[in-house]
C-alpha cells in the first residue's frame, strides 16, 4: 500500500548527525526491516547489529541509536568502489538514486578538502559501514513515510576540535563547511554551546542532498513527531525531532523560502551601460532585477540596483556586476520570502497558443495571468489592441478552456 504524502520538518537545535536522523524516524515508527532490506542487498546483512535504546537527554525522551560493526570495515577501499557497489546492487530505483546522490555530495565535498578527487576519497571518509547505515536507512526511511516535501531548520555546526582519522581537525569539521558553501545552507550559530562537534559531514549531506530547503518550519498541523538523541552529553538536550504533517496541510499555499538580495548605488554609468548590466544580471539568473532613483553625496543622480536570487546564484552573479557594472561594491544579504505555489501550462485559443502562469492562493482558489510575450506577439500578428486580447484569453480560462464559447476580438482593419 501507497504512504499517504507527507511534509517533514527536521528540527535540529543541537546539530545534525545520521544516527540522530535515522533514530528519529524509528520513533516514528520505521519498521527496522525498511532498513535491513536495502542493506542486505548490498550484501551488509552480517555487517551490522542496531542497537536502539528509548532513553532521555537533560529529562526529554527519545530513541538513541548505535550501529555497532559485527564485521571490520574493507580497508583502503574509494569511493569509485563504493559507487559501483550501489549502482549495481538491486536496490528501489528511487531509493538507489537518493543514496547516490547523498554519497556522491559527500565524496566532492571530501575530496575538495583533501585536495583530490572525489572518486579517490577513502572508504572511511564516505563508506564506512555505519555510514551506509545511517544514509540508507535515512533514505528508505523518507521513503517509507511517503515524505513530498522535507524542510529542515538552519543547524549549529559546532566548535573546537574532533578527533578523525586524519587527526585533530577544526571545528566545523572541513567537509561540513564545505558541503555548507556547496549548497548554499545557513549554518546557526554555535555560540553558547560547549566545543564539540554538533553537525557531522553525514548529516549535513543526508539534508543538503535531500532536504527542499533549509528554513524555519511553516505553518502545519502536526501529524507525528519524531526524536532521536544524540550520544555526546551537551549542557541541554541533545536532540533531533522530525515533525511529519499530511500533505493537505503543507499544501496551504505559502511557502517560505530562502532569497539573496544584492545591491549596489551606481551614479558613474549611463542608462544604456545600466540598462545592460540589467539585462545580464537577468541572463544570469535573477529572478528579479529592479532600479530606482536616488540622490548620493553633492546632489548626484544615482540609481539604486537591486537583484533578488536563489542563494545559490550569488557567485555568478557577483561575476556580472564586476564584469559589466562599475561599482566597486555590492552589498548582499540572505532574506526569507513568503511565496504561492506556481506553474505554467499552455492553452490554444482561436489567435494562437499562449502561456499561462498560475499560482495558487491558501484557499485553492487560482490567479491566472497570460504570458505578456506571447499577448504581444499575437496582437502584433492579428491587429488586435492587447487590453482586448488579454480579456479574452482570461475568459477562455474562467470558462475552463472548453466552456461556452469566446466571440474573438475582431481584426483591426
Not at 569509485?80 to 550501489?86: A, H, K, S, V, Y
Not at 565535498?109 to 545511517?134: C, K, N, R, S, Y
Request: hydrophobic share 45%; charged share 20%.
Amino acid at each position: 500500500m501507497t504512504a499517504p504524502s507527507r511534509l517533514a520538518v527536521v528540527d535540529c537545535p543541537t546539530g545534525l548527525a545520521g544516527n540522530m536522523l535515522l533514530a528519529a524516524l524509528f520513533d516514528l515508527g520505521l519498521p527496522e526491516a525498511a532498513v535491513h532490506e536495502p542493506l542486505a542487498a548490498l550484501g551488509l546483512a552480517q555487517a551490522y547489529r542496531l542497537q536502539l535504546r528509548d532513553t532521555r537527554s537533560a529529562g526529554l525522551r527519545g530513541l538513541q541509536l548505535e550501529v555497532e560493526l559485527t564485521e571490520p570495515s574493507p580497508s583502503h577501499r574509494h569511493w569509485g568502489d563504493l559507487q559501483q557497489q550501489l549502482a549495481a546492487a538491486p536496490l528501489n530505483p528511487e531509493l538507489k538514486q537518493r543514496v547516490l546522490a547523498v554519497f556522491a555530495l559527500l565524496a566532492e565535498a571530501e575530496g575538495a578538502v583533501h585536495g583530490h578527487g572525489p572518486e579517490q576519497v577513502h572508504f572511511h571518509e564516505v563508506g564506512a559501514v555505519d555510514a551506509l547505515v545511517d544514509v540508507v536507512g535515512v533514505c528508505a526511511g523518507l521513503q517509507h513515510f511517503g515524505i513530498r516535501e522535507l524542510i529542515c531548520t538552519p543547524p549549529p555546526a559546532g566548535h573546537g576540535r574532533v578527533s578523525t582519522a586524519h587527526g585533530l581537525l577544526p571545528l566545523p569539521a572541513p567537509a561540513v563547511l564545505e558541503l555548507a558553501r556547496r549548497r548554499s545552507v545557513p549554518l546557526a550559530s554555535s555560540e553558547g554551546f560547549p566545543p564539540a562537534e554538533l553537525t557531522t559531514p553525514t548529516g549535513l549531506a543526508l539534508m543538503a542532498a535531500l532536504a527542499d530547503r533549509f528554513a524555519p518550519s511553516p505553518a502545519l498541523v502536526p501529524e507525528a513527531v519524531g526524536v532521536g538523541l544524540g550520544t555526546r552529553v551537551l549542557d541541554r538536550s541533545n536532540l533531533l525531532r522530525i515533525v511529519l504533517a499530511p500533505a493537505a496541510a503543507a499544501d496551504s499555499g505559502e511557502r517560505l523560502e530562502p532569497l539573496l538580495q544584492q545591491q549596489a548605488q551606481i551614479d558613474d554609468a549611463c542608462a544604456e551601460d545600466l540598462a545592460f548590466l540589467m539585462d545580464a544580471l537577468r541572463q544570469a539568473g535573477a529572478l528579479e532585477v529592479f532600479a530606482q532613483p536616488l540622490l548620493m553625496k553633492k546632489g548626484r543622480p544615482a540609481s539604486l540596483i537591486t537583484v533578488l536570487a536563489r542563494p545559490d546564484q550569488a557567485a555568478a552573479l557577483r561575476r556580472v556586476w564586476w564584469l559589466q557594472g562599475s561599482s566597486i561594491g555590492v552589498r548582499e544579504q540572505l532574506q526569507q520570502r513568503w511565496s504561492l505555489p506556481r506553474e505554467q501550462s499552455q492553452i490554444a485559443t482561436p489567435w494562437g497558443p499562449v502561456r499561462i502562469k498560475r499560482s495558487r492562493r491558501p484557499d485553492g482558489s487560482w490567479l491566472s495571468k497570460p504570458e505578456a510575450d506571447d499577448l504581444a506577439q499575437l496582437a502584433q500578428r492579428h491587429q488586435l489592441p492587447i487590453a482586448s486580447l488579454r480579456r479574452a484569453v482570461l475568459a477562455l480560462l474562467d470558462d475552463g478552456v472548453n466552456g461556452s464559447p469566446v466571440q474573438p476580438p475582431e481584426p483591426r482593419p
